[in-house]
Every structure is written in C-alpha cells, then in structure tokens.
C-alpha cells in the first residue's frame, strides 16, 4: 500500500516547533517568525517528488553519509567543462574518478569584475549567464543523483554583492534596503568596530569598512565590494533562509555555509564565533529538517579545532553535519616542509578526541590560500616560534628554502603580523613542477611519490575526503593570472587554473606522472571502500614510529585494525613492529609476516593486521 504522506510536513514541523520558535524569538520577533512558517511550508510545496523520496530514505537513515565509500571532488564549472552543460557532458570523468560528491564552486550570479571567484552574489537565484541558467543546474544535479551523486553548492551568508538588488537600493537611500546591511554616516562606531575586530585581507582588502562615493560608509569584512548582512535583522534571516531552501529544492543536497563564523556582529567583540551564530545554524538545521532532510550544511570554519567543533552543535541539538578538518590540512604541508611528524601525530589526537569529529571533511587543497593556523602552543613545547617559523614555512612553499622543491607563491602578505598564507597546486607543492622544469626523472619521481603519500594520508583520515579538480592528475600552477587585470592581485588564482583535458589524457599512460598519481588515487579509493576499517566511526590512535619522519597510526573497526604508517622524508626509513607481524599490504594485496619493514622515500604503507 503507498504510504500517505500528506501530513509530513505537519509532523516534522510538530517535533520541532517549540525549539524553532524558542530559538527564533531569542533573536528576533513573533511576526517575523509567522512569515518565517510561511517559508517553510511554501518550500516544503515546491519541493519536487524525487527531492522528498530522497529526503524521506535518507530521514530514515540521518547518518548515511558517515561511510568510508563517498569521494569528493571540488571543481569551478568554467575551469572544468566550460559552462554547466560542459560539467553535464563531462560527467563520466567525475564518475571515472570515483567521485561520489561534487562540489560545484560559486556558480550565482555575480559581477564580472568584483566578483571574488563568485563569493560576491548579485543573486541568489540567477546562475551566471555565461555558466548557463538555473534549468541547467537543475538538469545537472537530477542527473548526478541518478549517477550516485550529491551536489555541494556554496551559500554564501555572510554578505551580498554591491551590485545585489537590495544593495542597490540601499545605495538609492532605501531604508528598508539600508537595513539589510551595515550603514554609518560617520566613522565613530566603524572606527570602534576596527579596535577589536580582525582583518580577513590586510592586503588585498585592508580594514573592514568601506567609504561609498556619497559618503556612507558600510561594512565590508571582506572585498569592498563584499556588504556585510546584517542578521539582526528578521528579514535578512528570513529572505537568506528562503535562499537556501531554493536551492535545495533545485537540487542541492549539500549547503556551503560561507564564512559562517563571521555571520553575527556586536560592538566590542571580534565579531567571530559569537552565540548569535550557533543560534542560527540550529535553526537553519532544523528548517532543512523539515523541509529538505537529505540536504546536509558544511560549515566554512577556518579556525582551530576547539573553535571549529562547537558548529556540529551537540548530540541533542546538532547543527552543521560537516565542517572543514582546516588545521590537519595546514598541519600536513607543516609536515611536508619540516620532515617532523609531531605536530600532525598531535593534531590526530586533538581531533580523535572531538566530538561530532566523524562528521569531518578532509583535503589537502582547496580553491583557498594555506593558512598557518597551527597549534603553537605546542610547536613552541618544540622550541619552534611563531613567526620566525610561519617564515620558514612560507620560505619552503615558495621555492626560497635552499634545496625545497616547492613552488608556491605568497598570499595576503602582511608586513605588520608577517603573516602570510600560502597558494599552489599540491602537485607544485610537492615539488613536481620544478622537477618538470629541470628534467629531473629521479626528483620527479620523488615528487609523485610525496603527492600520492600525502593523499593517502587524506584517505586514511576519518571523514570524507576531497579531491581539488586537477590534482587527480597533478594538475600544476597556473601563472596566467598574473596577466589578467581582474585576478593579478588575487594569488589564490594561481592554483585556479584550467583543467587541462589534454595533459589529463595522459592519465591512461601508465608511466606518466599523471598516470601514476591517478592509478594510485583509484586504487586508495576502491580499497577505502571495501575495508570496514575506514569507517569515520573507527577508533583512531597514533603510535611513535621511532623515526621522526614516520607518522604512525592505527585504526580500529569491530575488531580489525588498520597499522598505517606514512615517511614524511626523501630517505628510506626502516619501521620495526612489535614481534612478528602477520598483515596484508592493502596496496599490494600481498600477505607478509615480518619483524620489519621499509618505506622508500615518501612511501606509505596500509597493513591490514590480521586478527
Ligand atoms: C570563504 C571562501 C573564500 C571567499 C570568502 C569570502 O572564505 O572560501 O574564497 O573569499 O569566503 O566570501
């Protein structure tokens, strides 16, 4: 018999009405939260057959994405295929890579120039018309799901364009409009913001203010061009929260909460992290809850680990089901530039010991810079500073470290904080483009070897990890940005290059380096899936190797375990295990019982223990 299901809404709304109306009035009025309802239901309406069958199986099992099967891949549509309807076309390659969870980088409409990769949005319900139109989005993402795939689309929450209807005509003198953001017509309170309040990009786009040509002066955390939203207001709430139940509804089934920690801003505080904030991704949990519960929200939080847990909320009032594992990204290339596994061994068991940390989303590279965000509490337990070692790192990743292969460049460079971050491809971090460039087999073949250890390392991670489009084939930096008048001043374009279908061609040529990274990419993956042992849910430790160069760590899943071992080094490094030990090399498929065992220079090793 079909099950009926027309008081759906009406039941989930009942479970969670005093919670949402709690939360609601903590912040804002009981009229707002009437029109509020009226959202919810007219989404909840709009929300096509296939969207709702997706929601009611994956309501039945709220923890389906926490499996070791799913691969993701975070690509820009022009870079990739062109326009949307190139990324339809090129699907198979998505599906050849094993790619299970896409990630489509900011795709709304936004201006040409000011438009900061697309994280300035002139609408939230318009793609960009040289992407193509919002039929095609959702042609694309019915067609992923009928691939087995999920789409990830950015919400970008934290400020609108300047060229946003509601920016416009706040620059027209529209009260209502002038409410949306932040409006002073003195500097007295943006002055006493700027005592507390941070920078984002001291270089690129120092203080957080911005003088408009009339005189006003409107908050800007970001690009000038980027107005802040301000969330005190009800109506700002409401209108970005119908602008993501409107993509979810096109499809969407994981929601980007942009630079989500920056949301809520209060004279005298930093305007990070404050309680506001957490307020309203619970309730942006519970409105997906009801009207969309297979669509999932990873939050943007590029902090440290104790500031980056509390956004998966608790057990009985969860909020983002995914959050960027940002400090064991820095912490990896920290590794690859000091040889030292410390720091990494000591950031895994930070983050074993968080709550909620099944819920993490692990990379090695982003469309994003490397910030230097690591635990310098400890580094200094180490004997290591802070500055003087951000310096080192910065120094290695651009190639000026005597004998470092990388070939990085500088981000936001701030002379006061000297303080910048780092941008490049993983495939020039790891030193593969200055190997290309001297025709040096033997250093390329180094390279290749640290690229593939380094995303094994990522996959033996628990979570779900993410590929970066091009780093499949060792995609290298791209230096034509320097030439374009728009992106000259943006380095993180530098690791935003195009995909280069022709050199990814040669993924199929075993002896080329793209082939080997993208043979040995398949193979982490499908071996991943098959063993238990990389459930998120795994017990994970980590164990001294005897090497400073040997990361060593086991994980441990309904009595199997997992010894993984990674050589951070370009040496050989010898590993003894306790007595003799009985495993089967995951890579190889072979059975050993040995007292010891090597690793080559970068090498890695997958010991399934037999039990
Ligand atoms: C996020 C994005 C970044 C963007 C910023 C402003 O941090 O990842 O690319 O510049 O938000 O929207």
Redo the contacts with the bound molecule.
Sequence with gaps: MKKDYSNELGTRFRDRYDELKWLYCELYDIDGFDRLCKIIKEYYNDRNDELKERDRKRENDPLWFHTNDIVGMMLYVDNFAGDLRGVIDRLDYAVECGVNYLHLMPLLDSPKENS??G??VADFRKVQPQLGTMDDLRELTALCHKRGIDCCLDL?M??TSDEHAWAKAAREGDENARSHYFFYDNWDIPNRFEQTVPQVFPTTAPGNFTQLDNGDIVMTT?YPY?WDLNYANPTVFNDMTANMLFLANVGIDVIRL??VPYIWKQLGTSCRNLPQVHNIVRMMRIICEIVCPSVLLLG?V?MEPKKVAPYFGTPEKPECHMLYNVTTMASIWNTVATRDVRLLRRQLETISELPGCDGFLNYLRC??DIGWGLDYDYLRQLGMQEAPHKKFLNDYFIGRWKGSPSRGELYNDDPVLQDARLCGTAASLCGVEAALWDHDEEALSIAVDADIMLHAFMFTQSGIPVIYSGDEVGQLNDYLYHADIEKKFDS?YLHRGKFDWELAEKRHESDSYQGRIFVALRKLETTRAKHDVFMPQAQVSTFDTGSQNVLGLNRTYQGKTLLALFNFCEEEREFSFEGKLTYTDLMTGKRHTKQKTKLKPYGFLWAMIKS
């Design positions: 900061d990769g994280y300035a970008v934290n400020h970001f980027q942009d630079a943007e590029v469309h994003d993180r």
